[in-house]
């Protein structure tokens, strides 16, 4: 598994308008059609569309 990394400000608005708080989230993985965000503090990981 690779590194999570810093969410850049384009996934920060997508990950806001998810209803989650940006600054606890990185980003695990991204495609063409979702991103894979996980916790900072639980490692739990969420799916979310972009």
Known sequence: ????????LKYKKVVDNAGLVPENWMLQQ???DYIVVVSKRTHATRRIPI
């Not at 598994?1 to 850049?8: G, V």
């Open 30 to 32: 991204e495609t063409k």
């Open 1 to 8: 598994m690779k590194q999570p990394k810093k969410l850049p």
